[in-house]
Structure formats: structure tokens, C-alpha cells
């Protein structure tokens, strides 16, 4: 587990293409991989691995599946890409952000920026299928970030967050460009609130549920807004 709070940058060293998995090393910060041991769990930009080779006192070797480099932005880097990095959460370590679990759900889009000052907001498109989990002062996941929803429009297909100095000084999100693929992870207690909602809906509703839909649409609301988990005040 992961508390999504990125602990630094790290550098590809190498990379080593071999059928079906690829290996890359990752030079970290320095004291980042103080007592890191052969099978330990990295997050990186958001994706949990497992160190495979110690090399030296700050680098680190791990191997990626297929899959996961099919899922996520891995398969793209290179020598030289930096990558947020955070290690794995120990018992009682205080959670800043929210549980991660290093399981990247999708690939979404850097759609626009915008830089009002000492602030950055990040404008990200959302495939069509995932737009049913984000909702306004929601957690969400980005490139391993613990970060909270500041808007959504999910009939347009996006959401905004703000990244305040200190993210962008701890994180890559700083070097990142419209256009971009960023590595998203859903809050699980939001996904497992929505999809237990639909499927009570659609139990109970059955062959009304497209009649209800339209109902709602001509009034501007969408289904999925039902099935908004309720957030409670900060203490």
C-alpha cells in the first residue's frame, strides 16, 4: 500500500527490452533507498514494482510486464525520463493523502493548463467509461499523487486540479505538457460506492432505467450523479 504521497524523482539509468518485460533502472534521490531490500515495492509514477536488483546505495532494477506496460505510461519512457517515486507505506505511517494500492485503472489525457499565480491546474481529459467514478472534492490518483477533484464535468468527459509549490517542486507534474498520458488511479471506496449504486439501480429498475435516464438528462442531471458518495466536512 501507498499513501500517495510522492517522496521524490527519480531517473532512468537503463532500459532493457526482452520479450513480453522490461527491465529499467532508477537512479533516486539521495537516501531514498536507504534499507530498500531485494523484493520491496516502489510506486513509480503510480505503478507498484518490485526491486529485482540493488545497484548501488540509490539505484534500483525492476521488470514490467507486458500488461502493465500496456496499461500504463512505462511503456513510453526512456533514457533520461524522471518519474515520481514513493516507497511503500510501513504500519502506522500516517496516510497525508489516500490508500493506493499501485494499480493503475487507466491512461488519461494532460488536456489543458492553466498557471494562475503560485498555482498550476492540470485540465484532464477521462475516457468516457471511467467518468462515472470522479466527482468534485473526490480523491483521485495521478502519476502516484494523492490529489482532491477541485471540478468535474463528466458530460464534458473531464476534471481540474490545483497543484500548489511544494507538489510541484516534489513531483514531475511540473515538466508536463498538454497532451501528455498520465497514470490514473481511482479512489476503490468511490468505485466500489458507484458501481454497488448502479447495480442496485439497475436491479430495481430494470427496463425503466433508460425512461429515468431521459427524465434526468432533459433536467440536466445525469444517473451517475445519484450515486455521488456523500464527502464529509474536514474536521
Known sequence: MFTGIVQGIATVQRLEDRPGLRSFSLRFPRG?????ALGA????????????ALEGADAARFDVMQQSLALTTLAALAEGSRVNVERAAKDGA?????PL????????????????ENNRVLRIAV?????????????????????TVAEADRAAGWFEVWLIPETLRMTTFGEKAEGAALNIEIERQTQVFVDTVREAIDE??????????????????????LAAPARLPAP
Open 41 to 52: 515495492s516502489v510506486a513509480v509514477d503510480g505503478v507498484c514494482l518490485t526491486v529485482t
Open 204 to 225: 430495481r429498475l430494470g427496463p425503466l432505467r433508460p425512461a429515468l435516464e431521459q427524465l434526468l438528462r432533459e433536467r440536466g442531471i445525469e444517473l451517475d450523479d
Open 94 to 98: 500516517e496516510i497525508g493523502g489516500h
Open 32 to 36: 531514498f533507498a536507504d534499507g530498500l
Open 101 to 116: 494500492s499501485g494499480h493503475v485503472d487507466f491512461m488519461a489525457t494532460l488536456a489543458a493548463i492553466r498557471t494562475p
Open 127 to 147: 475516457p468516457p467509461r471511467f467518468v462515472r467514478y470522479v466527482f468534485a472534492k473526490g480523491y483521485i490518483a495521478i502519476n502516484g499523487a494523492s490529489l
